[in-house]
């Protein structure tokens, strides 16, 4: 829309005042009703603005609220194991049990024989992590090697002894595989018997 002011002059002419004044006037008048426009469309935006922050905001404390009100009624069996598992504080902090529990007694072992046992059956369940205390006595009439290991820990020396009796004891990790070895080295001589015992045990993960 163009916008024309009420008096238009010639060159070479006189001007009114009265008509100039009344151009200005009218100038200036358009001006404020432009101003009034633009403050009014101003302010009718930020409104608006207003209206969907607050919208928004109202939309993500919906969400928030329907996260911590999470019944976990989706979470399958292996996750509510996690759940209750965690939810014991004496495995959580790792508690130590104790109580004796024979893997072997008197077992026969000849030089360059690995004899391998399973631990399943003796901590609570078949995923976590366990360290525990083994108790061992060996007896031998000739020389002796004996090496053990589990899943989780390398070989250590156990018994290393020539025509006598030997004890040890360890603190040795299993984890899912739950296997313990006893590895008579080929350079023993002679049958060997050895007794191991579990005297305790704590979780570690």
Known sequence: MTYGVPYSFVPGTKARADEVNANFIDVL???????????SSTSEISERIDDEVSTLDTKIDAVDAAKLNLSLSNINADGQKLFDAKANASLLDGAWYTGSKQIVAQKSI??????????????PDSTNLYEFILDGLVETSGTVFIYIETDKTGGICAFRTISKHAGMQSIMLTGAGRTLKVV?????????????????YRKVR
Do not use: E, M, W
């Open 110 to 123: 000849t030089p360059g024989v690995t004899q391998t046992y399973s631990l399943a059956s003796y901590f």
């Open 29 to 39: 008048n358009k001006i404020d009703t432009v101003d009034s426009k633009v403050t």
């Open 184 to 200: 008579n080295q080929s350079g023993s001589s002679g049958t060997s018997k050895y007794t191991l015992i579990i005297k305790g």
